[in-house]
Antibody, heavy 116, light 110 residues
Framework: QVQLVESGGGLVKPGGSLRLSCAAS????????MSWIRQAPGKGLEWVSY????????YYADSVKGRFTISRDNAKNSLYLQMNSLRAEDTAVYYC?????????WGQGTTVTVSS | QSALTQPASVSGSPGQSITISCTGT?????????VSWYQQHPGKAPKLMIY???NRPSGVPDRFSGSKSGNTASLTISGLQAEDEADYYC??????????FGGGTKVTVL
């Protein structure tokens, strides 16, 4: 079945780095745009970034631009989010989702906590 | 990019119909057909309920419907059921080639 599984979350100090991964299965990963969407504790959804199927088109939310980098490896059916210069306000559950305009498939999320 | 505006909460009795609004601008909701709606139960990942303003994915009950007028999109749940109690989020593509979500609406079934 179609599935997305995130990993790599954890506790990191302000200013630190973390790399999230998302493993895709059950569909042709290389055919789809992929996105990262996050949700701070008790808050709403916030779009973070998306990447085209051939990684030629990439966009970021202003809140993460210059600090986060999205990438993908179609040979490994995997999506990544490199997060640098982390701030307390980056604390959230990070979801990997399929699609650019619409997110039809979501992972279960991985939790990132930025705290000293 | 400012979040789309949704009411914080909406409630209704079983069997009733409710409508959740999602207000943006001509640079997002009003300018594109790429408005989608998501349902999220506590502790769970969001689930796509409506895409491209009014289309239902396979498996979503036809009690859920979407529409748009100008800069405001709407999600209507007809024949409200207990399992519809959840948070609902709208999303739109924007003129900056980004996406934006609404603040979310908590639906309570009385």
């Amino acid at each position: 079945q179609v599935q997305l599984v995130e990993s790599g979350g954890g506790l990191v100090k302000p200013g630190g780095s973390l790399r999230l991964s998302c493993a895709a299965s059950g569909f042709t990963f290389s055919d789809y745009y992929m996105s990262w969407i996050r949700q701070a504790p008790g808050k709403g959804l916030e779009w973070v970034s998306y990447i085209s199927s051939g990684d030629t088109t990439i966009y970021y939310a202003d809140s993460v631009k210059g600090r986060f980098t999205i990438s993908r490896d179609n040979a490994k059916n995997s999506l990544y989010l490199q997060m640098n210069s982390l701030r307390a306000e980056d604390t959230a559950v990070y979801y990997c989702a399929r699609g650019r305009f619409t997110s039809g498939v979501w992972g279960q999320g991985t939790t990132v906590t930025v705290s000293s | 990019q400012s979040a789309l505006t949704q009411p914080a909460s909406v409630s209704g009795s079983p069997g009733q119909s409710i409508t959740i609004s999602c207000t943006g601008t001509s640079s997002d909701v009003g300018g594109y057909k790429y408005v989608s709606w998501y349902q999220q139960h506590p502790g769970k990942a969001p689930k796509l309920m409506i895409y491209e303003v009014s289309n239902r994915p396979s498996g979503v009950p036809d009690r859920f419907s979407g529409s748009k007028s100008g800069n405001t999109a709407s999600l209507t749940i007809s024949g409200l059921q207990a399992e519809d109690e959840a948070d609902y989020y709208c999303s739109s593509y924007t003129s900056s080639s980004t996406r934006v979500f609404g603040g979310g609406t908590k639906v309570t079934v009385l």
